[in-house]
């Protein structure tokens, strides 16, 4: 016969509320289900208040969950603060798979999201973009490229101006390591000064490609050390 699809269900709960919203509750409240597991307090004991497995077809899905896109109030899954349940995590999926971890918390902005990985944390984008925003702002942000061959760019956005500064405030040295040898500053895209480094001769070039001579200014004095002499 022609192909077609077999369901099993296991449990089975459909519980609909059909009161109208003119109704005079504070709050309404409908649960498909709930499990409480309550263990002892035992040094060993454990209590899991919900074991899935899936096992056994060509693809197996552990849990599966389904819920509206049009309120930010929804959530596929809340994770609630047992100290505090109005500090909590949701994470919620919408049109073209679209995924939002957000935490929300009863005080100030300190929310976190910590991520603490036993080995590496990679970040693998379709497009190489990963996007750096300050409060959902996504006119003045911060972008990090990687392209083929691994060339990546740091690249900032001011939607009204250009004072989208990029400052590296390090406790310690700050080292430029270009196996290339070259290290070239810019201006819009266009090369105004080449750091040349080479091995082989022990030498260092500095040019400028605005054809002027390079100009070294200091408020008191300028130094020049040779070991040599020269």
């Known amino acids: 016969g022609s192909p077609c ?5 296991g449990i089975s709960a459909t519980p ?19 499990f409480i597991a309550t263990g002892n307090s035992g040094s060993d004991s454990e209590a899991y208040g919900a074991n899935l497995i899936a096992t056994g077809a060509e693809t197996n899905i552990g849990l599966q969950i389904t819920v509206p896109d049009a309120s930010v109030k929804d959530a596929h899954i ?4 047992a100290d505090d349940t109005s ?24 929310s976190d999201i910590i991520i603490d990985a036993d080995g590496e944390i990679k970040l693998d984008s379709a497009t190489g973009i990963t996007k750096f925003q300050l409060a959902g702002d996504a006119d003045d942000l911060c972008t990090l490229t990687v392209a083929a061959n691994g060339v990546t760019t740091i690249a900032t956005a001011d939607s009204d101006g250009t004072v989208g500064h990029l400052t590296l405030d390090v406790d310690g040295d700050i080292n430029l390591d270009a196996d290339g040898g070259n290290i070239k500053l810019r201006d819009n895209g266009s090369v ?27 408020t008191t004095r300028l130094e020049f050390n040779s070991a040599a002499g020269k």
Request: charged share 15%; hydrophobic share 40%.
């Open 78 to 81: 809340k994770l609630l603060a």
């Open 5 to 9: 699809t077999v369901t099993m269900i």
């Open 192 to 218: 105004l000064t080449t750091i040349a480094m080479a091995t082989v001769s022990n030498t260092v070039d500095i040019t400028s490609a605005l054809g002027n001579a390079l100009r070294l200014s200091g």
């Open 16 to 34: 609909t509320n059909t009161g109208t919203a003119d109704e005079d509750f504070t709050t309404e409240i409908t649960k498909g289900a709930e």
């Open 87 to 110: 500090d909590y995590a949701m994470l919620h999926v919408v049109d073209t798979g679209d995924l939002t971890i957000s935490t929300i918390g009863s005080g100030t902005t300190d």
